[in-house]
């Protein structure tokens, strides 16, 4: 794409709060005349991938180019609450004889928004006259928003269903149905969809009535429960890797819930993945530590709030395609204070990082990875998006990059409101991911939800994602 001459960003910031601005002139010259009218700007992904096409209409006077300002966060046209400019701003100058273009994969990558990303980009637009006495801006006023064109998805390979869900721990709290009312839902709600494998999170090894007393060794878990209710709904295929506690009873550590339920009659799982340290008879108090990965604290955080990844080496029984499995539940803190907020970011991008890097060192065989799970960040967020920049950077394909994008611009957490709605920014947060590597693309993504619903089992949605294994 030909350029023009670069507009310094710091002339288009003083310009952002009116039509025009003036940079100081001779007395002599004639101060630059405001460029002319700007009466549409649209925006679509492609044509090819990781590509985006920007088309406007303008009458041209006065105006010697254009600039479309990118961000990968909502910023400011005349809204005094949001920044001045998005997240990773990105300029890109266009010749005035152009109303058209298409911006690269490299261009669109180095706005932060890579087809593997399945990020969007926010942008605006504006007219430019730059002369020798200063430089003139006419903006559109409009905040506006374009997603990326994703890869193209093989049309051969295995077949796979994953499904990530966080199904809210059954611990009783003010305000949440007990999780003996919400768990048929749940199961009603993985039955749905068929899936293959399901990364679940905050499934405990705790009570299934919810009580913060310990499950005696023949009591119900919220485990056992989910089990014994897809069983009764016709889903006893589907079972856990991994079923009991990760450490002994009583030892620190928080809810334990990342596990993989996978479907039976499909898969196996071929990693060894015992439910017990010893060769005792299987119970509530028995633990072991297998494929599980434990994820990094801050210096100062209690041994109570530890958590851990689930793996597992699956295989197809068809066609006996191997593949690992992940589900992560990265830390939950968030903080209006930018400071702490990055401090957050910071540390959920190292969790992941100690389980990308973990899965790296067993996966030998360069086997395909599907990494599911709740990273509790989103694109919008002000302080950053790091753990999804590293995933992305470690070469996993967000499968939100799909040519088939179901409720893609709703949050997929729905904190059990009972009507949902899009945002006003055009996209909700994604916290909920089905990641892949060793894999091209996805024919089909989906955030599953009832816009109208006052009877939700979880306070998020499950998220599907269609991929082929080679």
Same mark, same amino acid.
């Given at each position: 794409?030909?350029?023009?001459? %670069?507009?310094?960003?710091?002339?288009?910031?003083? /310009?952002?709060?009116?039509?025009?601005?003036?940079?100081?002139?001779?007395?002599?010259?004639?101060?630059?005349?405001?460029?002319?009218?700007?009466?549409?700007?649209?925006?679509? %992904?492609?044509?090819?991938?990781?590509?985006?096409?920007?088309?406007?209409?303008?009458?041209?006077?006065?105006?010697?180019?254009?600039?479309?300002?990118?961000?990968?966060?909502?910023?400011?046209?005349?809204? %005094?609450?949001?920044?001045?400019?998005?997240?990773?701003?990105?300029?890109?100058?266009?010749?005035?004889?152009?109303?058209?273009?298409?911006?690269?994969?490299?261009?669109?990558?180095?706005?932060?928004?890579?087809?593997?990303?399945?990020?969007?980009?926010?942008?605006?637009?504006?007219?430019?006259?730059?002369?020798?006495?200063?430089?003139?801006?006419?903006?559109?006023?409009?905040?506006?928003?374009?997603?990326?064109?994703?890869?193209?998805?093989?049309?051969?390979?295995?077949?796979?269903?994953?499904?990530?869900?966080?199904?809210?721990?059954?611990?009783?709290?003010?305000?949440?149905?007990?999780?003996? /009312?919400?768990?048929?839902?749940?199961?009603?709600?993985?039955?749905?969809?068929?899936?293959?494998?399901?990364?679940?999170?905050?499934?405990?090894?705790?009570?299934?009535?919810?009580?913060?007393?310990?499950?005696?060794?023949?009591?119900?878990?919220?485990?056992?429960?989910?089990?014994?209710?897809?069983?009764?709904?016709?889903?006893?295929?589907?079972?856990?890797?991994?079923?009991?506690?990760?450490?002994?009873?009583?030892? %620190?550590?928080?809810?334990?819930?990342?596990?993989?339920?996978?479907?039976?009659?499909?898969?196996?799982?071929?990693?060894?993945?015992?439910?017990?340290?010893?060769?005792?008879?299987?119970?509530?108090?028995?633990?072991?530590?297998?494929?599980?990965?434990?994820?990094?604290?801050?210096?100062?955080?209690?041994?109570?709030?530890?958590?851990?990844?689930?793996?597992?080496?699956?295989?197809?029984?068809?066609?006996?395609?191997?593949?690992?499995?992940?589900?992560?539940?990265?830390?939950?803190?968030?903080?209006?204070?930018?400071?702490?907020?990055?401090?957050?970011?910071?540390?959920?991008?190292?969790?992941?990082?100690?389980?990308?890097?973990?899965?790296?060192?067993?996966?030998?065989?360069?086997?395909?990875?599907?990494?599911?799970?709740?990273?509790?960040?989103?694109?919008?967020?002000?302080?950053?998006?790091?753990?999804?920049?590293?995933?992305?950077?470690?070469?996993?394909?967000?499968?939100?990059?799909?040519?088939?994008?179901?409720?893609?611009?709703?949050?997929?957490?729905?904190?059990?409101?009972?009507?949902?709605?899009?945002?006003?920014?055009?996209?909700?947060?994604?916290?909920?991911?089905?990641?892949?590597?060793?894999?091209?693309?996805?024919?089909?993504?989906?955030?599953?939800?009832?816009?109208?619903?006052?009877?939700?089992?979880?306070?998020?949605?499950?998220?599907?994602?269609?991929?082929?294994?080679?």
């Amino acid at each position: 794409m030909r350029r023009s001459r %670069p507009i310094v960003p710091a002339i288009l910031a003083a /310009a952002a709060a009116g039509a025009t601005a003036l940079t100081t002139a001779p007395a002599a010259e004639a101060a630059p005349a405001t460029p002319g009218t700007i009466s549409s700007v649209t925006a679509k %992904p492609g044509p090819n991938a990781g590509q985006v096409t920007f088309t406007w209409a303008a009458s041209g006077a006065n105006t010697t180019g254009f600039v479309i300002e990118t961000g990968l966060t909502t910023f400011k046209v005349g809204d %005094p609450v949001l920044p001045d400019h998005g997240r990773n701003a990105k300029y890109f100058t266009i010749p005035a004889n152009r109303r058209s273009v298409t911006l690269t994969a490299a261009q669109v990558a180095s706005a932060g928004a890579p087809a593997a990303s399945a990020n969007h980009l926010h942008y605006r637009f504006k007219a430019v006259n730059q002369t020798k006495a200063g430089t003139a801006v006419r903006n559109w006023p409009y905040l506006q928003n374009v997603p990326v064109q994703p890869a193209t998805p093989s049309a051969r390979g295995t077949s796979l269903r994953v499904a990530t869900y966080n199904v809210h721990t059954a611990t009783a709290s003010s305000g949440v149905r007990a999780w003996t /009312a919400r768990v048929p839902g749940i199961a009603k709600t993985i039955l749905s969809r068929n899936p293959g494998i399901v990364s679940l999170q905050e499934l405990g090894i705790g009570r299934a009535d919810g009580s913060t007393t310990p499950a005696a060794i023949d009591s119900l878990t919220q485990i056992q429960s989910l089990l014994n209710t897809l069983k009764a709904q016709g889903g006893g295929r589907y079972q856990l890797v991994r079923s009991s506690r990760f450490i002994a009873p009583g030892s %620190p550590e928080a809810i334990q819930g990342a596990r993989i339920l996978y479907d039976t009659s499909r898969f196996r799982v071929v990693s060894s993945c015992p439910d017990r340290s010893d060769s005792k008879p299987l119970t509530n108090n028995s633990y072991s530590s297998s494929c599980t990965i434990v994820l990094p604290m801050l210096s100062g955080d209690s041994a109570w709030s530890r958590r851990r990844a689930s793996y597992a080496l699956m295989a197809d029984r068809a066609t006996g395609k191997q593949f690992y499995v992940v589900s992560v539940h990265l830390d939950q803190r968030q903080s209006t204070n930018q400071a702490t907020e990055r401090t957050y970011e910071k540390l959920r991008a190292t969790q992941l990082r100690a389980v990308m890097s973990r899965i790296a060192q067993l996966n030998t065989g360069g086997l395909p990875v599907v990494l599911a799970g709740d990273l509790n960040t989103y694109q919008n967020n002000q302080g950053g998006y790091d753990a999804h920049d590293a995933l992305v950077s470690a070469g996993y394909y967000d499968t939100a990059a799909a040519v088939t994008r179901v409720n893609d611009r709703y949050t997929t957490m729905n904190h059990f409101a009972c009507t949902l709605s899009v945002p006003g920014s055009g996209w909700g947060s994604r916290l909920d991911v089905v990641a892949v590597k060793g894999v091209s693309g996805a024919p089909r993504w989906e955030n599953l939800l009832a816009k109208t619903d006052c009877a939700r089992p979880s306070d998020h949605n499950m998220v599907v994602a269609d991929i082929r294994l080679p």
